[in-house]
């Protein structure tokens, strides 16, 4: 498996960056999992991002009067503005602005050590720096952000950082 993806990463492909396409991938971080770019135009994007919230910055957290004790489900969206850095547009820093929704399990003190699941609705912004090898199908990433609550615990702050690889197609 990992020879097989180390050929991949080599092999030279003649496909080159391209800012109106697709790409897919995987990010680590917070949130984690499966990551969606939508590039449009000649510096605009759509990133989306479906995984687990809560794993890096600690499962058990205070939340509002009582804690989280688990990894949750998030769905982040962002806006994204992107600049090529370098005249071989290969690095290119970017930032944008979207919103979060997250699940995760809640234990107030009133239910003595039973949990329920909380529903979150919340503000994020991101920023960061995607990088294009040259002749290659995919890129990395490498991102940080903040993601503001405001429904159920208004301004609860989590950061949301993360790096990841995609695939353009």
Do not use: C
Not at 35 to 43: Q, V
Not at 79 to 95: F, M, N, P, Q
């Amino acid at each position: 498996m990992t020879a097989t993806l180390l050929s991949w990463l080599a092999w030279p492909n003649q496909a080159q960056a391209q800012y109106n396409n697709w790409s897919v991938g995987f990010r680590v971080g917070e949130p984690a999992g499966v990551n969606i770019r939508k590039y449009f135009g000649s510096n605009h994007a759509f990133d989306l991002n479906i995984g687990t919230y809560g794993g890096i910055y600690g499962n058990k957290r205070s939340y509002r009067s009582g804690d989280y004790r688990s990894v949750g489900l998030a769905v982040q969206g962002h806006y994204i503005w992107h600049k090529s850095l370098t005249s071989s547009e290969s690095l290119r820093g970017y930032y944008g602005f979207g919103g979060q929704i997250n699940t995760r399990r809640y234990y107030p003190p009133r239910l003595n050590g039973e949990y329920e699941n909380a529903l979150s609705i919340g503000g994020s912004g991101i920023g960061g720096l995607e990088y294009f090898p040259v002749g290659k199908p995919y890129s990395f990433f490498l991102e940080g952000g903040l993601y503001v609550e405001l429904l159920q615990a208004p301004f609860f702050l989590n950061l949301n950082t993360g790096l990841g690889i995609r695939y353009n197609f």
